[in-house]
């Protein structure tokens, strides 16, 4: 079984971001996967931008993505990039954090002009922190994202074929991504 860290990098209790990862979470689960998920807006604001490296949050945190196979980072964009917060936890990983993992990258906003954030904000900072294989990540409309008063979201039938078609190539990708040695 592999190891799965969903990672949530929305600011926001209500997000719609966070719950459509909880969702896809879902999926990887049924899938045989153990997943964890990590709600970076639950990490202490003051150990994120005070740049604690010995908060037990960071500390947790750290731990979790050397344990995780496979890493999924979901963020809301804004200002054509990923979320602050995601910014501050990704700044205080080891830089080789991501060494030998397979990594799927997913972003929410309000308009396809963000669409590229992905490519051009995301993309090269997980490739930086030495992940082995960075699958074809996904942009979701947040109007194609109905968030229910349980908790639950409801996603537009063809945002949910994408990300079904994204979230099964991460999964399969899990299977053929060799486990290599964190950088130290």
Do not use: N
Request: no cysteine; glycine share 6%.
């Amino acid at each position: 079984m592999t190891t799965v860290l969903s990672v949530s990098g929305s600011p926001s209790a209500s997000s719609r971001t966070a719950r459509l990862l909880r969702h896809l979470d879902a999926r990887l689960a049924a899938q045989g996967h153990e997943v964890i998920p990590l709600d970076i807006r639950t990490v202490p604001a003051d150990a994120l931008l005070g740049a604690d490296f010995r908060h037990p949050a960071i500390v947790e945190a750290t731990e979790l993505f050397e344990r995780a196979d496979g890493v999924v980072i979901a963020t809301p964009v804004y200002k054509a990039a990923y979320s602050g917060v995601l910014k501050a936890l990704l700044d205080l990983l080891p830089q080789y954090a991501l060494a030998g993992k397979t990594v799927l990258p997913l972003a929410t906003g309000g308009t396809t002009a963000h669409v590229l954030a992905i490519d051009y904000a995301l993309r090269p900072v997980l490739s930086s922190m030495g992940a082995a294989h960075i699958v074809q990540g996904w942009f979701t409309l947040d109007k194609d994202i109905t968030a229910h008063d349980d908790g639950s979201v409801t996603v537009a039938p063809a945002a949910a074929e994408a990300l079904t078609q994204v979230v099964d190539q991460f999964s399969a990708a899990l299977g053929r991504t060799p486990l290599l040695a964190a950088a130290s």
